[in-house]
C-alpha cells in the first residue's frame, strides 16, 4: 500500500536558520511527489511537485525538496526561514488508484518560527 | 482568476441532524475530489468526480456520505444523520484532468462541528 510518512511532527526553528521537513514514502512503482502548506486558517496550497527528471525540485517561497529514490524520501528545506513560513505542512504522493488520482498525505509537520 | 470556494466555512450542527456542504471548482476543471481533514492529521480522500460522475467513492466511510456533481461543476457533499465523530475540516479540490501529475487546487475547507 502507499503510505507517507513525516517524521517530525512539529520542528521548531529559530528565524533565518535553516530547516529541514522529513518525508518518507512507500511505493514498489514509480511515484508523483508533492509538498503543501496550510496556513493557519487557509486551504492548502502547493509548494512543490516531483515528476520526473531533476532530483532537486525548487518551489515557491524559497523552499526546495531532493528527491531520492534509493532512500525513498522527500524532504523539504529552505536555507534561512521567515516569522512567516510558520504553518502546516503536508508531504503527499500521488497515485492511480481504481481508475482515479488520489493524494495520499502525512500527518503533517508543524512548523513553528521563533524570532 | 477564482479559486476554490467552499460555502459555508463554519457548520455547527446537532447530532442526527442533516447537512449540506458545497464547492465551486475552478471554472474549467473537470476533476474534483472531496478530503476529510481530522484534527492533527493530514487529509484523507472521500470522492472524486470527472465531470458529473463519481469515478471513485470508495473513502466514502458509510452510507450516511453522499456526494452529487449534477452538472459537472459545483458538487455537495451531504451527511445524513450527523455524528460527533463527522466533525472535521472538509477540504474540496479540482484538477485540470485528473491525471496522475495534476496539481490539485484546494478550498479554504469547511469546519463541521457536531454537538
Known amino acids: 500500500a502507499q503510505s507517507v510518512t513525516q517524521l517530525d511532527s512539529q520542528v521548531p526553528v529559530f528565524e533565518e536558520a535553516p530547516v529541514e521537513l522529513r518525508c518518507n514514502y512507500s511505493?514498489?512503482?514509480?511515484?508523483?511527489l508533492f509538498w503543501y502548506v496550510q496556513y493557519p486558517n487557509q486551504g492548502l496550497q502547493l509548494l512543490l511537485k516531483y515528476l520526473s527528471g531533476s532530483t532537486l525540485v525548487k518551489g515557491i517561497n524559497g523552499f526546495e525538496a531532493e528527491f531520492n529514490k534509493s532512500q525513498t524520501s522527500f524532504h523539504l528545506r529552505k536555507p534561512s526561514v521567515h516569522i512567516s513560513d510558520t504553518a502546516e505542512y503536508f508531504c503527499a504522493v500521488s497515485k492511480i488508484i481504481q481508475g482515479a488520482q488520489k493524494l495520499v498525505f502525512g500527518q503533517g509537520t508543524r512548523l513553528t518560527i521563533n524570532p | 482568476g477564482a479559486g476554490v470556494s467552499q460555502t459555508p466555512s463554519n457548520k455547527v450542527t446537532e447530532k442526527g441532524k442533516y447537512v449540506e456542504l458545497r464547492c465551486d471548482p475552478i471554472?474549467?476543471?473537470?476533476?474534483l475530489y472531496w478530503y476529510r481533514q481530522s484534527l492533527g492529521q493530514g487529509p484523507e480522500f472521500l470522492i472524486y468526480?470527472?465531470?458529473?460522475?463519481?469515478?471513485?467513492d470508495s473513502g466514502l466511510p458509510n452510507d450516511r456520505f453522499f456526494a452529487v456533481r449534477p452538472e459537472g461543476s459545483v458538487s455537495t457533499l451531504k451527511i445524513q444523520r450527523t455524528e460527533r465523530g463527522d466533525s472535521a475540516v472538509y477540504l474540496c479540490?479540482?484538477?485540470?484532468?485528473?491525471?496522475?501529475?495534476?496539481?490539485?487546487?484546494f478550498g479554504p475547507g469547511t469546519r463541521l462541528t457536531v454537538l
Open positions: 479540490a479540482s484538477s485540470p484532468g485528473g491525471g496522475l501529475a495534476d496539481t490539485q487546487y
Open positions: 468526480f470527472q465531470g458529473t460522475g463519481a469515478a471513485d
Open positions: 471554472s474549467g476543471h473537470t476533476a
Open positions: 511505493s514498489s512503482v514509480s511515484v508523483y
